[in-house]
């Protein structure tokens, strides 16, 4: 079993390596060795690798979430993007961008990162609120809640860049983008400690987890803390998507493929699905910023737009599978 | 009783002003096979979840193994007790074998590999779904299901020595309507699987409908009606024909089978619902 962790392991190692070496400025690994010029060190160190090291981290983050949340809702379409966690997030960063500018001068990423997981949070809690009732999901409600509370953070969203000033504007659209360009290594550094301790929190909760699929009752029955660890769920997922967001902006459908396409090579137990999910996130993204980046080089696809356009066909077959299994 | 028992005092449950439970008292031994019966609303699973602490009783006293239930969290409790509900749910596609697993796990020991493996294959033998162990969950029928999730809650309590004489000592079983999806040569076979565990120590509580499985299987049995305890004690004197009758508002009949040396119920002639007479 461990087999599968490793081989994922080196795939990713070896679409990162080959994502250092693409771009304008030519750079071959192997040159490290003979001695790189000025320009390709500050390319290597300053642009490509805090910008592919950022790509991983957010793309396991977001797939994590997404099988944080579909323990939580016991549903494969539970999706941080879809079910609104994404858009609610968004907006807390933008509010800062907008009221903080106004208010402090310079807003931070930390600042971001905390405005929109209390918005990720609240808007994780108040859906479970709405769509769970007696422990069960009713799925429908849930994405349709999804839908309203994308419309309305979206909309307010909306609103508060109408009503903000043109430095603030600049930066809320350059923010929106979903861009990976320009990652400084603070923000490497603010994601990678979100991630390592997310990940540990969940870890420790993974028979817990495993439990909650058969049921609240049972878990309970089973000897684990339902309560406690359904507000860890919410929290870790939260958090997760929430940092994500703040730093590249609304990236799709990671957190509905990856933990997909996982189960049905592995099975639903979250002692290979957490690992594996985590480095299948990485990796796609990581290859994701490979195409957004040379597909049109020297221009670059805004990322969220090319996870939308390869996740939005993978949730309708996803639907489609589920039609044929009711009729 | 002894110290291995589960018993209840005044015990009564309160929903939205209406009276589940009232005033019920009684007690189950180890090492026994106990019956709740009673017509839909009688407060069957009402009882049932309140003596596994699912639902907080409104009033009265529970004792667990000569412990008080409220002073047990769920995390002691399930190493003692394990639940099967009347409905279970599945939502991702596990593996026979890895739902087995999780209730293992629930006993929060590391065994070595081999112990598991021995202990896994005792259980899916127990309950006769040895060959479906790589089968999907999700794929089974409702019979398979519900012994794939009757071996999980087995696995909860299954003990290391489960060969001495009194393995089962202190471990308690609830069901509620665990036959209800098997075909006939399952009920027996796990009929005959609770009384070879139950001569082990193990206590088992059961609701059920079916009353010749209660008749034939239990040792003792609380008839409840609206709530309250109609009758309880050991089974074949609780199960007469005026005492089902009167909890179940149907004319029922105890008859003693000469051949098979059984008492067996049966339905006197039936007669259609009064309500539904009186519309006709």
Redesign the interface.
């Known amino acids: 079993m461990i087999g599968r962790v490793v081989i994922l392991k080196l795939v990713l190692l070896a679409v990162i390596l080959i994502s250092l070496q693409a771009g304008s400025v030519s750079l071959e690994l192997s040159e490290l060795w003979t001695g790189l010029s000025a320009q390709q060190q500050l390319v290597l160190w300053e642009l490509r690798l805090p910008r592919v090291l950022m790509a991983a981290l957010v793309g396991a983050g977001l797939a994590v979430a997404g099988v944080a949340l579909q323990a939580l809702f016991?549903?494969?379409l539970a999706e941080p993007g879809l079910i609104g966690v994404s858009s609610s997030a968004a907006l807390g960063a933008v509010l800062v961008i907008v009221l903080g500018g106004t208010l402090w001068g310079q807003v931070s990423a930390w600042q971001m990162s905390l405005a929109a997981f209390v918005l990720a949070m609240a808007m994780t809690v108040f859906l479970y609120l709405i769509a769970t009732r007696r422990g069960?999901t009713d799925v429908a409600l849930m994405l349709l809640a999804g839908v309203a509370i994308n419309a309305i953070a979206g909309a307010l969203t909306g609103l508060l860049i109408t009503v903000s000033s043109d430095t603030e504007l600049r930066s809320v659209v350059f923010w929106m983008m979903g861009s990976l360009a320009n990652i400084a290594w603070q923000e490497v550094g603010i994601i990678a400690v979100v991630m390592v301790l997310s990940l540990i929190g969940l870890w420790r909760l993974i028979?817990p987890l495993?439990?909650f699929?058969?049921?609240e009752?049972?878990c309970?029955?089973?000897?684990?803390?339902v309560q406690s660890l359904k507000w860890w769920i919410m929290g870790l997922s939260a958090l997760m998507v929430a940092v994500a967001v703040a730093l590249v902006g609304v990236i799709g459908f990671v957190g509905l493929v990856v933990p997909h396409m996982v189960?049905l090579w592995v099975?639903?137990?979250h002692k290979m699905v957490i690992p594996l999910s985590a480095l299948g996130g990485a990796i796609l993204l990581v290859l994701a910023d490979l195409l957004a980046r040379s597909l049109m080089h020297p221009a670059e696809l805004p990322i969220g737009l090319l996870m939308a356009l390869l996740g939005g066909p993978f949730f309708l077959m996803m639907l489609l599978k589920r039609r044929g299994l009711n009729a | 009783m002894s110290d291995l028992s589960i018993s209840f005092k005044n015990l009564s449950f309160q929903i939205e002003q209406a009276c589940l439970l009232t005033e019920v008292t009684g007690a189950f031994a180890a090492g026994q096979i106990h019956a709740i019966v009673g017509q839909n609303g009688a407060g069957k699973s009402t009882l049932l979840r309140c003596l596994t602490k699912e639902w907080p009783a409104t009033s009265g006293e529970i004792l667990f193994n000569q412990r008080n239930l409220n002073s047990l969290n769920f995390a002691e409790l399930a190493l003692d007790r394990a639940v099967l509900s009347q409905h279970q749910e599945v939502a991702f596609a596990f593996s026979v074998e890895q739902l087995v697993n999780l209730g293992f796990e629930a006993q929060q020991t590391s065994w070595s590999e081999a112990t598991k493996q021995a202990l896994l294959n005792k259980v899916l033998d127990a309950t006769d779904i040895q060959h479906l162990k790589k089968r999907d969950v999700l794929t089974l029928s409702g019979g398979e299901q519900k012994r794939a999730q009757l071996a999980r809650v087995l696995a909860q309590i299954w003990p290391v020595d489960f060969e001495s004489e009194q393995a089962f000592s202190g471990k308690w079983l609830f069901l509620d309507e665990w036959s209800e999806a098997l075909d006939l040569k399952h009920q027996v076979h796990i009929g005959c699987l609770f009384r070879q565990l139950a001569d082990k120590g193990l206590g088992v509580v059961m609701v059920s409908h079916d009353l010749n499985q209660v008749m034939q299987l239990t040792d003792t049995c609380t008839l409840l009606k609206a709530g309250r305890v109609l009758a309880q004690g050991v089974t074949q004197s609780v199960m007469t024909s005026e005492n089902l009758t009167k909890a179940l508002d149907i004319s029922v009949q105890v008859v003693f089978e000469a051949q098979s040396h059984q008492a067996v119920v049966v339905l006197k002639p039936l007669k259609p619902l009064n309500s539904i007479k009186s519309t006709v």
Do not use: S
């Open positions: 016991r549903n494969p069960k028979k495993n439990a699929l058969l049921g009752q049972a309970l029955h089973m000897g684990y803390a189960r099975g639903p137990d």
